[in-house]
């Protein structure tokens, strides 16, 4: 059974691009979750997706934005690429949405430089 | 704002100890969780425990819950190199700042 994959896995940006990242989730897995890892702020929850809605939203600026397909692929975009963007990308899918026992499976995540 | 709070930030132990990493939330849950983060695995999920259990065991680990306390440990016994890792507690979706735990042979 394949697990979550994220591509790509490293990108370089400079400021003021933007940048897609894509997450394929485990199949028969409708929820797909994206975090930001820092050293200076740890997980930090981006949103999740549950059949092509956005569920869940955490607290960050509307630079960044995602979207889920019919077959449960998602892709998350952050435009105006700031210095502090620059973190590791996590996504993690699972089978149950919402307030029920969501147990995450996470990919290897994508890390992205901003110089 | 951080739902978990873990600490100790960092443990150090000596194979064969054993190791108790502390979190605590500042909402009502459904359930907890705790994950470990290495290099070679990335993050992996490792025990859940719902709101209305007190203890839950697999292998070497042992988790409670104090809800009324609203905090959880982690205790894994008989620790290994293999260990080493930072681990982290969750509650939907919101992670904590993680244990780094080194566990030295």
């Known amino acids: 059974k394949a697990g979550v994959t994220q591509t790509p896995r490293y990108l370089i940006k400079t400021r003021g691009q933007q940048v897609t990242l894509s997450c394929s989730p485990i199949?028969?897995?409708?929820?797909v979750s994206w975090y930001q890892q820092t050293p200076g702020q740890g997980l930090q929850f981006l949103f999740e997706?549950?059949?092509?809605?956005?569920?869940n939203k955490g607290n960050f600026p509307g630079r960044f934005s995602g979207r889920q397909f019919s077959n449960s692929r998602s892709e998350m975009n952050v435009s105006t690429l700031e210095l502090g963007d620059s973190a590791l990308y996590l996504c993690?899918?699972?089978?149950?949405?919402?307030?029920?026992?969501?147990?995450?499976?996470f990919g290897a995540g994508s890390r992205l430089t901003v110089l | 704002s951080q739902q978990g709070e873990e600490d100790p930030q960092a443990l150090s132990i000596q194979e064969g100890e054993n190791a108790t990493m502390n979190c605590s939330y500042k909402?009502?849950?459904?359930?907890l969780q705790w994950y470990r983060q290495n290099s070679g695995r990335g993050l992996v999920h490792l025990i859940l425990?719902?709101?209305?259990?007190r203890e839950k065991h697999s292998g070497r680990l042992r988790v409670t819950l104090d809800t009324s306390k609203k905090s959880s440990s982690l205790l894994i016994t008989a620790s290994r190199a293999a260990d080493t890792a930072s681990y982290f507690c969750?509650?939907?979706?919101?992670f904590g700042p993680g244990t780094r735990l080194s566990v030295l042979p």
């Open positions: 993690a899918s699972s089978k149950i949405q919402g307030s029920g026992a969501n147990v995450l499976t």
């Open positions: 199949s028969g897995h409708r929820s």
């Open positions: 997706y549950f059949s092509e809605t956005q569920r």
């Open positions: 909402t009502s849950i459904n359930n």
């Open positions: 425990i719902r709101s209305n259990e």
């Open positions: 969750a509650t939907d979706p919101v």
